[in-house]
């Protein structure tokens, strides 16, 4: 938790859309501008990583999506606000032609900046002013571009400017709703729904708050079932005390759809993630229920551990092992009560043990491969990560006299005390190295592998991936 708060301290302050609306024009009082809001287009929540980014929005048609968002910048003397530099710091863009002046508004000189990136053309109209510089930002396929740079052009000069005032309303009406509730985390709680912008909605249990884009306002329920017997089956068999539960609510997006889910930053290979910087599980429904279910379980996972272990990163080994093994929990009201094969690490193991096979990685370099190496490779390694973290739990040799869960514990336990004193540290003053992380994870892994048996446990976990493989 502590950390969490560093966290968003250093990141952006929370912007509340709770904007006043003028007709078709809103004027949102803590950017300090009034705008139309753009018709067509479909608001975005804004990732609260995002510094300059205020507002954002997309329209999307055969030909692709077409973006269009407001950015706000200090002004700096030095020239790190200037539209050359936003444009290649922030844009990561080039103008494709000499920019052109337009009339001020008011005191803010304003310039128009057109760009390409690929197949799509850009436009940057920039207002510059004594303390802040503001950014329009269009972006489309260039098919579309002659009309959507005309309607651009007409929103761009009827942009307002006002001072920025800060509007405390919708948070306090936030502070008193939960204030009356047994909540946790009523903090991150009001954060997450300040972030909302139109056609989303909040709804909060127990443990999470479900950020929900359309009206299907049920589905979050079913979520909600797998993911508290997650983690209540990782606070029973990973921490040593229940009182190290992490009391962060869990915050779950779930996007209307696959292009919704990209336009917010999943990767076009995935069907969710969890990101430790957004403090987001972002997930949407590609029509196989059970498989987003595993996606879920897994990403929730990484969400539980990250909070645990207080922000940092375990070893890849135990983040995505134990994640798959989460994928592969079968759950009844609200419990884990068994596991599932997966089907294509069995495959891949299979290939792997066979007589042309690699062969399974020594453990004693399995457990100190680096994320890198660990990805270099993610058909075999997460297939090994899955069947380890399974011998661990379930297999007769893992549940011997409890040796798989002590192991565990360990680990846990070590790396979370070895982390929480480096953030006393860093809350003291020192500096916090790359390399400190690093050191945390292996010491903790050493002290774990003290009262467990490598070299005993390596040909027992053989035999059992030959036997699974066998089935």
């Known amino acids: 938790m502590r950390l969490r708060i560093l966290l968003m301290l250093l990141g952006t302050v929370c912007l509340s ?6 007709g078709g024009r809103v004027r949102y009082l803590e950017i300090g501008v009034t705008l139309e809001t753009p018709k067509r287009y479909e608001a975005m929540p804004i990732p609260r990583t995002e510094k300059v980014l205020k507002l954002m929005y997309v329209r999307r048609d055969t030909e692709g999506s077409t973006n269009l968002g407001l950015y706000r910048l200090a002004r700096e003397p030095q020239g790190a606000s200037s539209p050359v530099a936003f444009m290649g710091n922030t844009l990561k863009v080039k103008a494709s032609d000499v920019s052109k002046s337009a009339k001020a508004l008011g005191k803010f000189t304003r310039q128009l900046i057109p760009y390409q990136r690929g197949d799509r053309l850009g ?54 709703k939960y204030g009356r509730t047994r909540l946790s985390d009523k903090e991150r709680r009001i954060f997450a729904n300040l972030s909302m912008v139109e056609g989303w909605h909040a709804y909060d249990s127990e443990e999470y708050i479900y950020l929900v884009h359309g009206e299907d306002t049920q589905a979050w329920k079913e979520f909600d ?3 508290t017997g997650v983690r209540r089956y990782l606070t029973e068999n990973l921490l040593t005390h229940r009182n190290q539960a992490p009391t962060d609510v869990g915050v779950v997006r779930l996007c209307r759809d696959r292009q919704e889910y990209l336009d917010y930053g999943g990767q076009d290979w995935t069907a969710g993630y969890f990101s430790a910087m957004e403090d987001q599980l972002v997930i949407y429904d590609a029509g196989d229920k059970e498989a987003m279910l595993r996606v879920l379980r897994h990403e929730s996972f990484h969400q ?43 495959a891949t193991l299979k290939e792997m043990v066979g007589e042309q096979g690699q062969g399974l990685e020594p453990l004693e370099v399995f457990l100190r491969l680096t994320q890198e190496q660990y990805y270099s490779a993610p058909r075999e390694y997460y297939a090994q990560g899955w069947i380890w973290l399974e011998f661990l739990v379930n297999s007769e040799y893992g549940q011997r006299s409890k040796r798989g869960e002590d192991f565990l514990k360990r680990y846990v336990k070590y790396t979370r005390e070895g982390w929480h004193a480096c953030v006393e540290a860093v809350l003291q003053g020192k500096p916090l190295h790359i390399d400190s992380i690093f050191r945390v994870r292996e010491e903790a892994l050493v002290k774990a592998l003290k009262r467990f048996d490598l070299k005993d446990a390596e040909p027992a976990f053989h035999r059992y991936v030959k036997a699974r493989v066998s089935e």
């Open 225 to 227: 079932g797998q993911l």
């Open 123 to 176: 436009m940057v109209y920039s207002y510059t002013g004594d303390e802040f510089v503001y950014y329009l930002v269009g972006e489309t396929p260039s098919g579309s571009f002659p009309a959507e740079v005309r309607y651009w052009d007409r929103l761009a000069g009827e942009l307002r400017f006002h001072p920025p005032a800060q509007d405390d309303r919708k948070r306090s009406a936030l502070a008193r």
């Open 17 to 22: 859309l709770d904007a006043l609306a003028q």
């Open 304 to 346: 539980y551990i990250n909070a645990a272990l207080g922000g940092i990163s375990p070893h890849i080994w135990f983040d995505e092992g134990y994640a798959e093994l989460m994928a592969s929990a079968t759950l009844e009201q609200q419990r884990v009560v068994g596991f599932e094969p997966l089907d294509h690490h069995l």
